[in-house]
């Protein structure tokens, strides 16, 4: 039976060998993690980077990543003369959570100010109130069948929702249909 850190340990070797045949020797890691872990589940992160022989020179929470990686690409906006300090909200919906942080920039560094998550709400969320809807609608309108009582049927709603999800996601505005969803409908 293998633990959580070998497992994480093997992840990380993996990622290694891919990084490395594509853009050669990796000397160092910088390793990122939600802000809510705790302290002994950063440990086993640093153990999972001990496994897999990673130098992990630093392990940042990931809306500090974020932030950096901003803080790079905007390099100009943040070293200028006119530099006036701003607030950046960062928000991240993932399947099973979102979070979001609010960072500052003040010239040359950046203070992050505030970070909510809330594990219990994404993606899958929204596939699921997508699901609702469309299944009462086919339950009260014509054809007025019950997809959820067929589990084949409701695996097709389920597959239409996610598509409708990421074209909304896109677009204020996005087509929906299901070709012969349960019974030849």
């Not at 960072?103 to 505030?114: A, P, S």
């Not at 009582?149 to 299901?178: H, I, M, Q, Y």
Request: proline letters at 2%.
């Amino acid at each position: 039976k293998l633990r959580c850190e070998q497992v994480l340990g093997m992840l990380l070797g993996k990622a290694r060998q891919i990084a490395e045949k594509e853009v050669g020797s990796i000397s160092d890691f910088v390793v990122t993690v939600p802000g809510w872990y705790s302290q002994v589940q950063r440990t086993a992160v640093l153990a999972a980077c001990r496994i897999a022989k990673v130098n992990c020179v630093r392990l940042l929470n990931e809306h500090t990543a974020i932030a950096l990686n901003y803080a790079i690409r905007s390099y100009a906006r943040l070293t200028g003369d006119d530099h006036k300090p701003f607030k950046v909200a960062f928000v991240d919906v993932g399947y099973s959570q979102s979070s979001c942080s609010i960072v500052e920039f003040v010239k040359e560094k950046l203070i992050v100010r505030w970070v909510e998550y809330d594990r219990h709400i994404g993606g899958r969320d929204f596939d699921g109130l997508l699901l609702s809807h469309w299944a009462a609608h086919f339950k009260t309108n014509k054809p007025k069948i019950d997809i959820l009582s067929n589990k084949k049927a409701a695996r097709r709603l389920e597959d239409a929702c996610e598509r409708l999800k990421k074209v909304l996601s896109a677009s204020g505005e996005g087509t929906f249909g299901v070709e012969s969803i349960m019974d030849d409908r």
